[in-house]
Structures are given as C-alpha cells and as structure tokens.
C-alpha cells in the first residue's frame, strides 16, 4: 500500500515537473501549441479589469482611445507605438483591430504582448484571419479570450466580433449575428455603441451571405456611433452602405501611423492622426 | 540512402581530421529508436532510424503527439522526418562518448483540416499564394549536445545515448531576419530526448 502511493506520489511528483517543463515556452511542443505562461494568459479579462478600475481620462460620457490594426510580424514597429502612445495624454485605452499575429502561432502573440505590456493603459484586441489560421484560434483564446466580447465604458458599449468569414469557409455563422444582435439589444445606460471587428463588410473577405443582414442588424440601431475595421492595411472612413453609419479601418502597424479617436454625445467623433519616427 | 551516403562522405571531406579521428562507435547495430519531449515535434514524439555513413549520420522519423490540455482543443498529430549529424563523438572512459555538438535539419507536417499545405488547396481563397506560407509544413534546424553510453556486449540494448537540442523554424527565422527587437534566444526551442540501439 505505502509504496504504491509513494509511486503514484513519484508519478505525479513527475507528471507535475513534466507540466511544469512543457509550461516553460522554451521547451516547447509545437509552434502550433495553445499555450501562454501563466501570467500572460487571458489578456482581455485582465485588461478589462484593468480598465474598469483606473479613472477615466475625460469628465462626462467622453471616451479617447487608440485605433491600429495589423501588428502581425512588425515587432520593431510594435515597440515604437508603445513608446509613442506612452506620450500621449489622457488616453483610456488602446484598441488593436486585429492580425496580432501573421502566422497564428502563440509565440508570436507572446512577442506582441511582451510590447504592448509596457504601455500605460490597458489594450484590447479583436481577432483577425492572421490569428486564425493553423490552430491559432485556440492560441489566440489562450492568449487573449472570447473571439466575441462586449464591454461598457464610459456610456459606451463596444462590440469586438470575430467578422472573419472566410477563415471559416463563408459558413454562414462569422459573423455571429444572433449574439451581435442580442449586444445591440442591451442599451441599458448606453449613450452610443462602436463595433470593433477585422474584416470590414465592404471587403470581399467578410461573408457575402451576411454583409446586408450584418449591415442592416447595425442600421437598426441608432446609438451604434462607428464601426471600426483593419485588415486592408490603409486609412478610409466613409459610410459605403449610405446608412449614415461611418465605416472607418485604421492604419496598419507598419505604417507608423495610428489615430486617437474621441467619442461624446451620442454620435460626436474627433479623429486624429499620429505619425511616429523610427527609432531603429 | 544514396544521397545520406554522399552527404557523409562530403561530411567527411570537409572535416577530414575528424572523420579519421572519428571510429563507428562499437557493439550497436544501425538501426536504433527515439524519444524525444519538446523541441517543436510534438510533447512527446517516438520514432526510429536507420545510421549512415560511418554512424555520423542518423535519419530517422518520429511521430509526435500534443495532448488537448497544450492543443487547446484536438490533440495534434505531428510526423518528421529528421536527421542528425554527429561530426565526432570522442571517447570519456570506458563506457562514455561524449558529442559536444551535433547539428540537424527535420521537416515536418501536422495533421489535422487546421493545417494546410498549401492555401490554395483549402480551396478558400480567392487568390494562389493568398498565405505565401503552409501552416501544416515547418522547416527547423538545430543544434546540440549528446552523451552516450556503451555497454557490455551481453547486454540488451548495449548503446543509449541522451540528447539536448535547441531548434527554430522558418517562420521564427523570418520573424527574426524582419526585425530587429527580437533577439535569436527568442526563437529558439529546446528539445530533450534518448536513443536506444541494440
């Protein structure tokens, strides 16, 4: 009896330092591994934490933030953002549109967020096509979270949705309207809402069977104030469906350029542009 | 095997030194079999191979397995084929040899409809080359130490040999050459393993 659980004891004692190994991001068991230390797990809760505890930066119902998309593989570039966002005043957050990653490996979320860490306000991310592919959904879930969250700031409902049809084959599901509709429906102490998602409608990577259910479900909602996208890596701002509702995509990362957007009322916007040298 | 044998020989041309000073190491057969934890081929991969050109050359194929938990969500399947060449494995008492660095290259292919060969073959994509790379396909290269073990010629399985490497992939290297913050420790992987041969 002893020695039996002294052997299981040894079992787990080594099953414990086999995990502990395989924790260790050098031993590592494939690129394609869902995986992130401890401490770097699940970055979107902890941000959104982050978020509700700290003061916002404006008075009222105001909210300024940070729009850029596409960090994918631009790591020097990533540092500089954070060393020129650091410089901006009242800022509340940083808002990065998608295509954390270029390959949808872990490790390359690993080396994004050991740089978007240092910045002084929380970030938050949206899932882009980049992010899904080979098993970087998962990688993507462990690193960051939900493909699909919503959150309240400053009487502002933002609504960050996976709106990459085509990683999944056009199925007819991505964008999920029945959950973006039921975030649209809960308005309770909301003065305006935005949408963060990757892929913009009017782009022929959005699922064709769902860009007017998609944009109609939007058009529906008055207090929806802006959609923001990425992915087609230039600056446009426009109301492509003639609805009345702004379509914007940001800059890409390498660009070195991203904007400060500031939100009041129920549909005010200011947006500014902020070019950034090369250090390196 | 033609063309490991060229390899060797090249191999032996270009470290002529040590290629004489280098003697097939006694009592085990050619063929031998592999374990290996990490290092980007799977939590664990088993495998075997076949040893080449005075035994400086080991190709062989494993088969690697990364269970749910490390998956996040299907366990992956991962096939490689890989080979390793020990340059010189001098002699450290009786049973010991010691090979300081032994260097490799390995392909290989994760299963599963995540993973594609090419993105064209999905059948998704309106354009060829829509991802220039294949997520199913790594290329690595690697390095590292090897200690081995001799036994006596009654036993078993006479040789064992117990491994350490530090690998990367091509899209960690492409990551690497495009940037200049991240540093090559960052890219690197390591792997444990043993071999056994009789």
Same mark, same amino acid.
């Given at each position: +009896? ?32 869902? !995986?992130? /230390? ?70 390359? +979320? ?11 306000? /929380? ?63 809960? *308005? ?33 909602? /008055? ?27 940001? !800059? ?9 957007? *500031? ?12 070019? !950034?040298?090369?250090?390196? | ?12 041309? @270009? ?6 000073? %280098? ?32 035994? %400086? ?23 490689? @084929? ?11 008492? %009786? ?5 300081? @660095? ?17 993105? %064209? ?78």
């Amino acid at each position: +009896m002893r020695s039996s659980s002294q052997h299981v004891r040894r079992v787990g004692g080594a099953l414990v330092a086999g995990s502990w190994l395989m924790g260790c991001s050098l031993l590592e068991s494939s690129p394609n591994q869902a !995986y992130a /230390p401890a401490d770097e797990q699940y970055q979107t809760s902890r941000n959104l934490a982050r978020l509700a505890a700290q003061p916002p930066s404006h008075h009222g119902d105001t909210v300024r933030f940070v729009l850029v998309g596409d960090s994918q593989r631009f790591y020097d570039e990533t540092e500089d953002f954070v060393a020129s966002v650091n410089q901006q005043p009242r800022i509340d957050f940083v808002a990065i549109a998608g295509d954390i990653s270029d390959f949808g490996l872990g490790r390359e +979320m690993h080396w994004i967020h050991r740089r978007l860490q240092k910045l002084h306000v /929380p970030y938050l991310t949206v899932i882009g096509n980049h992010d899904e592919l080979g098993n970087g959904r998962a990688a993507y879930q462990k690193h960051f979270g939900p493909l699909n969250y919503s959150f309240v700031y400053q009487g502002t409902r933002f609504i960050c949705l996976d709106t990459n049809g085509r990683e999944y084959g056009f199925n007819g599901r991505v964008p999920d309207l029945e959950w973006l509709g039921q975030q649209l429906a809960d *308005t309770t102490g909301i003065a305006r809402t935005v949408v963060i998602s990757h892929v913009p409608p009017n782009d022929a990577d959005f699922d064709p069977k769902l860009v007017q259910p998609y944009t109609q479900l939007l058009r529906r909602h /008055p207090q929806v104030a802006l959609h923001l996208g990425a992915h087609i890596h230039r600056f446009t701002a426009g109301q492509p469906f003639h609805d009345g509702l702004t379509y914007l995509t940001a !800059y890409p990362l390498k660009k070195r350029r991203y904007h400060v957007l *500031t939100l009041w009322g129920q549909r005010y916007f200011r947006l500014e542009t902020i070019s !950034y040298a090369k250090v390196r | 095997m033609l063309r490991c044998a060229k390899a060797g020989a090249l191999a032996a041309a @270009l470290f002529p030194l040590l290629a004489q000073a %280098q003697e097939p190491i006694p009592g085990a057969g050619p063929f031998f079999l592999t374990v290996q934890i990490g290092g980007g081929i799977g939590t664990v991969a088993v495998g075997g191979g076949y040893r080449l050109a005075r035994q %400086q050359l080991e190709p062989e194929v494993l088969v690697g397995f990364v269970p749910r938990r490390l998956a996040g969500g299907p366990a992956l399947g991962i096939i490689t @084929l890989k080979t390793t060449y020990i340059p010189f494995s001098p002699k450290l008492g %009786q049973h010991l040899r010691v090979s300081p @660095l032994t260097v490799g290259g390995m392909l290989n292919y994760t299963l599963g409809r995540r993973f594609f060969l090419t993105s %064209q073959s999905t059948g998704r994509y309106p354009t060829k080359g829509y991802y220039w790379w294949s997520s199913a396909v790594r290329v690595g290269a690697f390095v590292g130490p090897r200690l081995t073990y001799v036994g006596a010629a009654a036993q078993g399985w006479r040789r064992t040999s117990a491994y350490a490497e530090l690998s990367t992939n091509d899209l960690y290297l492409v990551s690497l050459l495009s940037n200049k913050t991240l540093s090559p420790a960052e890219i690197l992987t390591l792997g444990l393993g043993a071999k056994i041969s009789r």
